[in-house]
């Protein structure tokens, strides 16, 4: 899937567009929230990049509407004033992350890539994390270039992380994933599901149990 880009200056969109395909993201401008309109219900989209300054209806208008039909598109919203304000005005109507005017082409790609992996959202069906690369879709993991096998309930296991990087996922959500209808399963379960994926990844990433809380998969420790 692409990205869609809604802006209208030339300079500032060729400036995006060129960072995102330097990180191999395919993406289609266009240059207001009419035409960006036009193309969703044309095309699907994994994210949207919206500059907030756009001839007729603004991009945070764009993105309220977006939400109030229900839309699920991850959004990113640039904008040239960044108060606390501003902020939490684009957070309320629905953006899910914002970028401040200038930006660098670093962080607008990081960012992306960050609302890509929260969303489940991915370009190819594939989510890379550092030494890890999972095709959800297929079923299929790698860490580093070697395949590793998983069971059903670590799939969902890994599925339901993978979905919500540097997130805490709720004991609860996890226990979700992983029961059968048969079957009721124990925190003793879940954790001892939890630390056979655990001993399968190494330490390509770090999936951390909070006391009382839940579960988190962080970002590879450092090499
Ligand atoms: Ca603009």
Not at 45 to 68: E, N, Q, S
Not at 149 to 171: F, H, I, M, S, Y
Request: with cysteine; aromatic share 4%.
């Amino acid at each position: 899937m692409r990205l869609l880009v809604v802006e209208d200056d030339d300079i500032v969109a060729d400036a995006i567009l060129r960072s995102l395909a330097g990180a191999r993201f395919a993406a289609h401008r266009v240059k207001s929230a009419e035409a960006a309109r036009e193309a969703l219900a044309a095309e699907q989209f994994a994210l949207a990049v919206i500059d907030v300054g756009l001839p007729g209806a603004d991009g945070l208008t764009f993105v309220r509407r977006l939400r109030t039909a229900g839309a699920a598109l991850p959004t990113l919203v640039l904008t040239a004033r960044c108060t606390l304000n501003d902020k939490v005005a684009a957070l309320d109507l629905g953006a899910d992350d914002f970028l401040a005017k200038p930006f660098e082409p670093a962080e607008l790609v990081a960012r992306c890539r960050a609302l890509l992996r929260r969303s489940g959202g991915t370009l190819d069906g594939v989510i890379r994390l550092h030494r890890l690369r999972a095709d959800l879709a297929g079923k299929r993991l790698w860490v580093d270039e070697a395949e590793v096998t998983l069971t059903a309930r670590e799939w969902a296991l890994l599925d339901c992380l993978l979905r919500r990087v540097g997130q805490v996922v709720p004991k609860e959500r996890v226990q979700q994933a992983l029961a059968q209808p048969d079957q009721e399963l124990t925190p003793n379960a879940v954790e001892a599901h939890v630390s056979r994926l655990r001993a399968k990844l190494g330490d390509a990433v770090a999936i951390r149990s909070l006391r009382g809380l839940g579960y988190r998969l962080d970002e590879a420790k450092s090499a």
